[in-house]
């Protein structure tokens, strides 16, 4: 039987060693919430890209048929190529999306010890990574992860277990985070993602300014943005106005190309935060596995600034 | 004539570069005259764009006259660039892109 002094010393260690599991879990939650929010805004931005993929289709489908070019070989060629390049960027929000639902899952782990739909989630994200890496030709060796990546195990101090699958869960899925961002980092496959900035934006523009050039749109909404600050609006005389105006005309042209380079520089934008989302992450997950509090700032600050690029992408495309 | 071998990022931003130029004597010769037929025009735009489009995801192979090929490249199409405000005919802007679009499938077959 333990002597009181004895039963003393296994207390004390029980409680200090409970205050270190609560600092664990308390970092897997907050790891998890940035986590999670960080890739779903990676994620919403890479759809973005898919969007305008789609976008640039149309384009090309209205300048073939506009130029009496409509089966235009070079056309098909250059479709096709916009195709594989959409699905690498479907393939890359997938990833995200499989990393927002493992940071989830992580959450799920530290606040009811659900090492089950970690295992799934994480087993998504394997998989997904796989395919996003091999889709972009990355010669990098992926290593698999085992099929159960937390152990379930049980055991007496059930927090400290509990803390130990949180960091078991962190180191696996940084390491799997420090096989995406050296990928992401290389300016072939930054190409790849973002396309290069004229081409995608080259051909849908050419398609509005055709358009703008037959005097089929109303050049209200350029008029009024340009307008606003000095409280300014068009009025149901302006277009007549404006198509009989060289110089006006090709003013609102240049606001016009302008906008649309505008979106393709916060594309490129979007990307780049997001591999800087990415490298953020890693020195959060190194701090939860010493059992350090996390200092959630700079990810919180770049994640802030992806929703910005969002909704100024948003509401770029509106004009 | 360039002594280092450029990159595969390099040589495909050459054949962007040239496909833009392509696009934007197309958008000149249009803003000048909107009713006019450019449909050569736009099969030579067409034509860099499916060159460039390709060796997007291809890899370069490692030949040492690509430098020479890249380099003939990019003079062709900063000419082209000097010549939007001034040229205005459209059988001159064709024949120039028929000869940026020869240049860049010369590049093009570096790709593999």
Redesign the interface.
Known sequence: MASQGTLFVIIASALALGGCSSVTLTAGANLSKVGQTAAAQMEQNATTSSTAMLSLRKAVAF??GF???IG????K??LT??D??QSIISQYAKMLDSLASTYSALGDLASYDAVGSFNTAFATLDKDTTKFLQSV?STSQIPQETASAVQAGGGIVIGIIQANKIKNASRIIRAKLQIIIPIMDD??TK??LIL?K??TT??ID?AA??LF??EVYSYGPLLDDLGAALNLKSNSQSDGIVAKNAKVK?GL?NVAIELANEQSDQMEASYDKSVAALKALVPLHESLEKGAPLNLDTLLAITSQLQTIATSLQATKGK | MPNTQPSKTDVVASLAAAADSVRQAYLAAQAANPAADLSKLYKAEMAAEAIWSTAEEKALKADPAVAKAKADLDAATQDIRNNLGTLKDIAQWVQLLDGLVNLATSVGKFFV
């Open positions: 300048n073939d130029n009496g070019q235009n070989p070079d056309s060629t250059f190529n916009v594989a390049i030709h300016p072939d190409k790849l290069n004229q081409e080259g051909q050419q300014e055709a050039d037959c090709s042209r």
